[in-house]
């Protein structure tokens, strides 16, 4: 996830300070990928040391206010129309779970696999739920979340899918031997 790229389209809204931005990107992603709010004042360090953003002085109450300049604003609409590069995958750490629980004598993998369908099928109820809820309201930031909430949802199906795949493989190797 690029929180540069998250902060500069926040701050093309209106200026904000680093505790709005961590909330208005937790509102708007429906807090699924919370910041933490060092790291919130850090990017912004890196954005105004790029010349991206530009402090425009302190709110009244303490708290240093940035803006997006002209750079940021080109910056942010070239990160709009680029795709999402797919050149290093995230890391899974249910692949790498069971990749490694498959080469580790003693492992019972099909229980590894019967207990993570269950919490993902578990999980893709709440997200449905959680979904049917929001679908209800009309409001620009809940079509924010219900794009979240539909991604969350393809992966949690996704993932139950190769489950699946994965204990077919394990019964196929298993009647191989």
């Known amino acids: 996830m690029s929180i540069r790229h998250s902060l500069l389209a926040l701050l093309q809204d209106q200026?904000?300070?680093?505790?709005?931005?961590?909330?208005?990107?937790?509102?708007?992603?429906?807090?699924?990928?919370?910041?933490?709010?060092?790291?919130?004042?850090?990017?912004?360090?890196?954005?105004?040391?790029?010349?991206?953003?530009?402090?425009?002085?302190?709110?009244?109450?303490?708290?240093?206010?940035?803006?997006?300049?002209?750079?940021g604003r080109a910056e942010i609409r070239e990160w709009f129309a680029a795709p999402v590069e797919r050149n290093n995958p995230p890391r899974n750490e249910l692949a790498i779970k069971l990749a490694l629980a498959v080469t580790v004598p003693g492992v019972d993998i099909?229980?590894?696999?019967?207990?993570?369908?269950?919490?993902?099928?578990?999980?893709?109820?709440?997200?449905?739920?959680?979904?049917?809820?929001?679908?209800?309201?009309?409001?620009s930031v809940d079509t924010a979340w219900l794009l979240v909430l539909d991604s969350l949802i393809f992966q949690t199906e996704a993932e139950v899918r190769w489950l699946d795949l994965c204990e077919a493989r394990m019964i196929q190797q298993a009647q191989g031997k």
Do not use: C
Not at 16 to 41: C, K, S
Not at 45 to 58: F, I, K, M, Q, S
Not at 111 to 136: F, N, P
């Open 15 to 71: 200026p904000r300070y680093g505790y709005q931005l961590r909330a208005e990107f937790e509102n708007r992603t429906g807090t699924t990928w919370p910041l933490n709010i060092g790291q919130v004042y850090t990017t912004l360090d890196r954005l105004e040391r790029d010349a991206l953003v530009a402090r425009d002085g302190d709110d009244g109450n303490g708290h240093v206010v940035y803006s997006i300049t002209a750079a």
């Open 110 to 139: 099909q229980a590894i696999i019967q207990g993570q369908r269950m919490a993902s099928v578990r999980a893709l109820q709440d997200y449905t739920k959680t979904r049917r809820e929001t679908a209800s309201s009309q409001r």
